[in-house]
Structures are given as structure tokens and as C-alpha cells.
């Protein structure tokens, strides 16, 4: 099966600043990047996705990037704000609809 | 468009004693996910079902768990008896088909063992 690392587990930037949490996954085959954002007592929240055959996504200010040599990829979010603080994940879909998730990213973004 | 409904969003009860959780995907999702996700921890798959068919539950602990998705729609997912270790949240997602990569999560059960 899929093996995803994240790191680092918890992140404090101040607001305005940039922030980047990388993830690792150990099989090729998987093909599928999503990004998801958990707030206090709600259920993960996809914010932006990347498939194996594109390098780089971007969506305002955030932006994913994909290193399949490397089997790694990464979530950049730019001029953070305070409403960015939540936990989050990153996930890869191996064989075909099924998705092993990281162990999560605590986002705090000081006013 | 209503989201992913789960009820009960917390729920307390003693070691030994059984539960069950209640998912209602979004209207047409065919395919439907139970997840545990423990504290700290990323969702981890327990379940999946496209349409009626569970087609993957190689993760779920078949001794105590158990789950149904009767006509294809809600879902109810059952732990008896519980224990001590059952204590996590528990989130459906639902996605229209199985080849449509977003997933939609609920809120969760929070469950907690004592």
C-alpha cells in the first residue's frame, strides 16, 4: 500500500507571511494530490488538488507542486491571514479511489 | 445544496456497550466513505461503498464493526462491543461517482469510550 509523510507537524508563522508543508508518498502508482483544510470540529475541507501528469497548480493564494522523481509535493500558501490557522492534510489516491492521508499540518498564523 | 449530514456529532458511552452512526451523503453521491481519524492523525479508510456494494472494507475491524448502506443512500456504521481504543472521530464522505476524485466530508462523530 501508499505511505504519506507530512511535515512539520505544526507551523506558527506571522500574518502576511508565507507558509509551505511538504509531503512525501512511497508509491509511484498513486496519481492523485489533494489538499484538504480541517477546522476545529468540522470535517476536512478539499482547497486545492494536483494530478501526476501536471507540475505545478495554483488557485489565488495558494499553490501545490508535484515532484514525481522525488515522490513529493507541496502546499504553498502565500500572505497568510488569521482565517488561514486550521490543521491540514495532504492525501494521495492510490489504486484507484482509495486515499491515505498525511498526519496533518497545525497551521497558526499570528495576527 | 446540503452537505454531508452525520448525526450524532458527539457521542459518550461506556466500554463494552455498542453505538451507531448515521451518514446521509449528499443527494446522487454515489460512492461513500466511512474514515476514523484519530486525534492528531489523518482520516484513515475503514469503508467504501459504491452504491450498495461495499467494495473495499479490507481495513474494517469485522469482529466488532460493522456497517450497511441499505438502497444505496444512508449509511450506518456500528461498533459492539466498543472499547477503550474505539475513542476517535468518525467521518463519512460521499462522492458522485468513482471516478470523481473530491471527496465531501461531514462534520464527524466524535466518540468517546470511557
Known amino acids: 500500500g501508499e505511505n504519506v509523510e507530512q511535515h512539520p507537524s505544526t507551523l506558527s508563522v506571522q500574518e502576511g507571511d508565507s507558509a509551505v508543508i511538504k509531503c512525501t508518498y512511497s508509491d509511484s502508482a498513486s496519481n492523485y494530490f489533494p489538499w484538504y483544510k480541517q477546522e476545529l470540529g468540522k470535517g476536512p475541507q478539499l482547497i486545492i488538488d494536483?494530478?501526476?501528469?501536471?507540475g505545478e497548480k495554483k488557485d489565488q493564494r495558494i499553490a501545490v507542486t508535484l515532484n514525481k522523481t522525488a515522490k513529493h509535493f507541496s502546499l504553498h500558501i502565500t500572505e497568510t491571514q488569521p482565517e488561514d490557522s486550521a490543521v491540514y492534510f495532504c492525501a494521495a489516491q492510490y489504486n484507484f479511489n482509495k486515499f491515505y492521508f498525511g498526519s496533518g499540518t497545525k497551521l497558526n498564523v499570528k495576527p | 445544496e446540503a452537505g454531508v449530514v452525520q448525526s450524532p456529532r458527539y457521542k459518550i458511552i461506556e466500554k463494552k456497550q455498542p453505538v451507531a452512526f448515521w451518514c446521509n451523503p449528499i443527494?446522487?453521491?454515489?460512492?461513500l466513505y466511512w474514515y476514523l481519524q484519530n486525534l492528531g492523525q489523518g482520516p484513515e479508510l475503514l469503508i467504501r461503498?459504491?452504491?450498495?456494494?461495499?467494495?473495499?472494507d479490507s481495513q474494517l475491524p469485522k469482529d466488532r464493526f460493522s456497517a450497511e448502506r441499505l438502497k444505496g443512500v444512508d449509511s450506518t456504521l456500528k461498533i459492539q462491543p466498543a472499547e477503550l481504543g474505539d475513542s476517535a472521530v468518525y467521518l463519512c464522505a460521499s462522492s458522485p461517482h468513482r471516478a470523481y476524485n473530491e471527496q465531501f466530508f461531514g462534520p464527524g462523530t466524535r466518540l468517546t469510550v470511557l
Open positions: 494536483i494530478r501526476s501528469n501536471v
Open positions: 461503498y459504491e452504491n450498495e456494494e461495499a467494495v473495499d
Open positions: 443527494s446522487g453521491h454515489n460512492t
